[in-house]
C-alpha cells in the first residue's frame, strides 16, 4: 500500500494529476469496514486529504453556506446557525452511526464514495448543494443531482477532487428527512427520504430519494406530481411517478417491493395536509 | 506485558511510515505499517490491550478512544491518519472511575466496558454536550448484549449526574 500524505490542496491537486489512480481519503470510515479481511484493497495507492486544515471549515455568506470538505457530520450539530438554516443536515447527521463516526465521516467523503445508501447526500440535494471539484488547472461547481452518472460512477475526475459544497440560503416553508433502517441508531438505510419546499418559488419542490436506486437521486416526476395539483388520496396514488423516477432492487437489506410501498407511504404521510392536493 | 493469545495481525510488508502522536500525555514516535488500524497499532505494537475489537466495522464502540477530544472508532481509522494528534484510551482512564457502573450493574462480561467508559468519561469532561444530547444518543455507538442499556445509563447517572430537565 501507498499512501500520500500532503498538507495542502495544492499539493494534492498535484499528486493526483500525476497519480490517476490515487484514491482520496477523507474519514476512512467507509474504507476500512472489515479492513484486515479485503486485501486486494491493501495494494491501492491512496491520498490522505485528512490534513488539509483549509477544507475543514464552514463558511457563512450572505446568500449561501459552504463546507469545506472535511467538514464532519459532528461539525455541522456544532454549527448554531446550521439547525435553523438547514435543519435536515442536522437530522440526517444525528442518523449517521453514532458519534464515533459523526466525528469522523465527512460530508464530501458522503458524496464520493457515491453509495446509493448515502445518508448525507440526499438532504444536500434537497437544498441544491453544488459541489467544487478543483484540480490543478482549475475549478468547476457541479450541481450535485448532475454529479452521479451511475452507481459509484461520478462527474469526477481522476485529477479533481471536491473542495467545497455550496447550498443557497433560501426559505424553506416546509422540509423533512426520513431514515428506514433496522434500527434507530447504527443502521443503514433500506428507504430514505429527504424533501424540500421553497418558499413562493416557481418550481418549489425538490424530493430526493436514498436506497432506492444505483445513485441517490433527485426524483422530478414526483416533484411535478405534487406542482401539478393532481389529487392523492392515498399512497398507491404515488405509484407511477415512483416508478418513473427509481428503480429499487432486493438485496440483503430489504426488497425492491418494500421499498416501493414504504416511499409511497413515506411521501402520502409526510406530505399529508402539507401539499394541498394530498389530502 | 503478558504476551497475547491472539496473533498480532500487523505486518511489516510494505515500507514503513514514520509517524509522531500523542497517546495519553506521552509523545510515541514509531513506524507504522500503512495499512495498519489504530486499533492494531495501540493493542499490538504499543502493547495497551484495553481497546477491544468487537465488531470491526464501526458499529459496536467496543474500540472506542478520544481523537482531538472527539470519541473515534479505532478500527475505523488508519494509523497514519492520527500523525499530530492527541490520542486518549480506556488506560488513561482511572480504574476507580468504574464504581458508579459496578454499583448500577454497568458491565458484565466486560467485551463492552472499555468503550462504554471511554465514551462516557467524554460524556463526563463535557457535559454541555448533555443540553442538545440525550445520554442515550450519545451512547449508541456502544453496543451491549448482555447488561441492557438501562444498567449503562443508571451507571451514567450516578457517575455524571442526571442531564438537565432529567431526560437521559
Redesign the interface.
Given at each position: 500500500m501507498n499512501v500520500f500524505m500532503p498538507n495542502t490542496l495544492a499539493e494534492a491537486c498535484d499528486l493526483c494529476a500525476k497519480q490517476p489512480d490515487l484514491i482520496p481519503l477523507a474519514g476512512a470510515t467507509d474504507l476500512l469496514v472489515h479492513w484486515p479481511l479485503r486485501q486486494s484493497e491493501h495494494d491501492k495507492s491512496y491520498l490522505d486529504l485528512s490534513k488539509l486544515r483549509e477544507l475543514r471549515k464552514i463558511t457563512w455568506a450572505a446568500d449561501s453556506l459552504t463546507l469545506g470538505a472535511l467538514t464532519t457530520y459532528w461539525d455541522v450539530l456544532q454549527d448554531s446557525r446550521a439547525k435553523s438554516e438547514f435543519p435536515l443536515l442536522c437530522e440526517s447527521a444525528r442518523q449517521v452511526g453514532a458519534i464515533q463516526i459523526q466525528s469522523r465521516g465527512t460530508w464530501a467523503g458522503n458524496i464520493a464514495n457515491g453509495s446509493p445508501a448515502a445518508d448525507g447526500v440526499p438532504v444536500l440535494m434537497a437544498y441544491d448543494a453544488s459541489v467544487t471539484l478543483t484540480s490543478k488547472s482549475g475549478a468547476r461547481s457541479v450541481p450535485l443531482h448532475e454529479y452521479y452518472t451511475g452507481y459509484r460512477k461520478s462527474v469526477r475526475r481522476t485529477d479533481e477532487l471536491i473542495s467545497t459544497i455550496t447550498m443557497p440560503l433560501r426559505k424553506y416553508d416546509f422540509s423533512v428527512f426520513h431514515k428506514v433502517g433496522a434500527r434507530r441508531a447504527q443502521a443503514i438505510t433500506k428507504i430514505g427520504l429527504a424533501v424540500t419546499r421553497e418558499a413562493s418559488a416557481a418550481a418549489p419542490w425538490r424530493v430526493v430519494a436514498n436506497s432506492v436506486a444505483a445513485t441517490v437521486k433527485r426524483c422530478p416526476a414526483i416533484e411535478q406530481l405534487l406542482q401539478s395539483a393532481s389529487p392523492i388520496r392515498k399512497p398507491d396514488d404515488f405509484s407511477s411517478a415512483i416508478a418513473a423516477d427509481v428503480t429499487p432492487i432486493d438485496d440483503i437489506r430489504s426488497t425492491a417491493d418494500y421499498r416501493r410501498t414504504v416511499l409511497a407511504r413515506l411521501l402520502y404521510h409526510s406530505l399529508n395536509g402539507v401539499c394541498p392536493s394530498v389530502t | 506485558m503478558q504476551e497475547h493469545f491472539i496473533p498480532s495481525?500487523i505486518h511489516d510488508r510494505?515500507a514503513a511510515?514514520s509517524i509522531r502522536f500523542n497517546l495519553n500525555g506521552r509523545d510515541v514516535d514509531i513506524p507504522i505499517?500503512?495499512?495498519e488500524?489504530l486499533l492494531d497499532t495501540l493493542r499490538y505494537r504499543l502493547k495497551l490491550p484495553g481497546s477491544k475489537e468487537g465488531c470491526?466495522?464501526?458499529?459496536c464502540?467496543a474500540c472506542?478512544v478520544i481523537?482531538d477530544d472527539?470519541?473515534?472508532?479505532a478500527?475505523?481509522?488508519?494509523t497514519?491518519?492520527v500523525?499530530?494528534c492527541k490520542v486518549r484510551t480506556i488506560e488513561s482512564i482511572p480504574a476507580s472511575s468504574l464504581q458508579p457502573m459496578l454499583e448500577a450493574g454497568a458491565t458484565q462480561c466486560g467485551a463492552c466496558t472499555p468503550g462504554v467508559v471511554v465514551?462516557a468519561n467524554w460524556i463526563k469532561e463535557h457535559s454541555d454536550v448533555l443540553a442538545?444530547n440525550t445520554m442515550r444518543?450519545?451512547?449508541?455507538?456502544?453496543?451491549c448484549r448482555c447488561t441492557g442499556y438501562d444498567g449503562i445509563i443508571d451507571g451514567l447517572e450516578k457517575w455524571i449526574g442526571k442531564p438537565p430537565g432529567g431526560r437521559s
Amino acid at each position: 500500500m501507498n499512501v500520500f500524505m500532503p498538507n495542502t490542496l495544492a499539493e494534492a491537486c498535484d499528486l493526483c494529476a500525476k497519480q490517476p489512480d490515487l484514491i482520496p481519503l477523507a474519514g476512512a470510515t467507509d474504507l476500512l469496514v472489515h479492513w484486515p479481511l479485503r486485501q486486494s484493497e491493501h495494494d491501492k495507492s491512496y491520498l490522505d486529504l485528512s490534513k488539509l486544515r483549509e477544507l475543514r471549515k464552514i463558511t457563512w455568506a450572505a446568500d449561501s453556506l459552504t463546507l469545506g470538505a472535511l467538514t464532519t457530520y459532528w461539525d455541522v450539530l456544532q454549527d448554531s446557525r446550521a439547525k435553523s438554516e438547514f435543519p435536515l443536515l442536522c437530522e440526517s447527521a444525528r442518523q449517521v452511526g453514532a458519534i464515533q463516526i459523526q466525528s469522523r465521516g465527512t460530508w464530501a467523503g458522503n458524496i464520493a464514495n457515491g453509495s446509493p445508501a448515502a445518508d448525507g447526500v440526499p438532504v444536500l440535494m434537497a437544498y441544491d448543494a453544488s459541489v467544487t471539484l478543483t484540480s490543478k488547472s482549475g475549478a468547476r461547481s457541479v450541481p450535485l443531482h448532475e454529479y452521479y452518472t451511475g452507481y459509484r460512477k461520478s462527474v469526477r475526475r481522476t485529477d479533481e477532487l471536491i473542495s467545497t459544497i455550496t447550498m443557497p440560503l433560501r426559505k424553506y416553508d416546509f422540509s423533512v428527512f426520513h431514515k428506514v433502517g433496522a434500527r434507530r441508531a447504527q443502521a443503514i438505510t433500506k428507504i430514505g427520504l429527504a424533501v424540500t419546499r421553497e418558499a413562493s418559488a416557481a418550481a418549489p419542490w425538490r424530493v430526493v430519494a436514498n436506497s432506492v436506486a444505483a445513485t441517490v437521486k433527485r426524483c422530478p416526476a414526483i416533484e411535478q406530481l405534487l406542482q401539478s395539483a393532481s389529487p392523492i388520496r392515498k399512497p398507491d396514488d404515488f405509484s407511477s411517478a415512483i416508478a418513473a423516477d427509481v428503480t429499487p432492487i432486493d438485496d440483503i437489506r430489504s426488497t425492491a417491493d418494500y421499498r416501493r410501498t414504504v416511499l409511497a407511504r413515506l411521501l402520502y404521510h409526510s406530505l399529508n395536509g402539507v401539499c394541498p392536493s394530498v389530502t | 506485558m503478558q504476551e497475547h493469545f491472539i496473533p498480532s495481525p500487523i505486518h511489516d510488508r510494505s515500507a514503513a511510515v514514520s509517524i509522531r502522536f500523542n497517546l495519553n500525555g506521552r509523545d510515541v514516535d514509531i513506524p507504522i505499517d500503512p495499512t495498519e488500524r489504530l486499533l492494531d497499532t495501540l493493542r499490538y505494537r504499543l502493547k495497551l490491550p484495553g481497546s477491544k475489537e468487537g465488531c470491526g466495522e464501526g458499529e459496536c464502540g467496543a474500540c472506542t478512544v478520544i481523537i482531538d477530544d472527539l470519541p473515534a472508532n479505532a478500527c475505523l481509522i488508519p494509523t497514519f491518519q492520527v500523525r499530530g494528534c492527541k490520542v486518549r484510551t480506556i488506560e488513561s482512564i482511572p480504574a476507580s472511575s468504574l464504581q458508579p457502573m459496578l454499583e448500577a450493574g454497568a458491565t458484565q462480561c466486560g467485551a463492552c466496558t472499555p468503550g462504554v467508559v471511554v465514551t462516557a468519561n467524554w460524556i463526563k469532561e463535557h457535559s454541555d454536550v448533555l443540553a442538545s444530547n440525550t445520554m442515550r444518543a450519545l451512547m449508541a455507538g456502544n453496543l451491549c448484549r448482555c447488561t441492557g442499556y438501562d444498567g449503562i445509563i443508571d451507571g451514567l447517572e450516578k457517575w455524571i449526574g442526571k442531564p438537565p430537565g432529567g431526560r437521559s
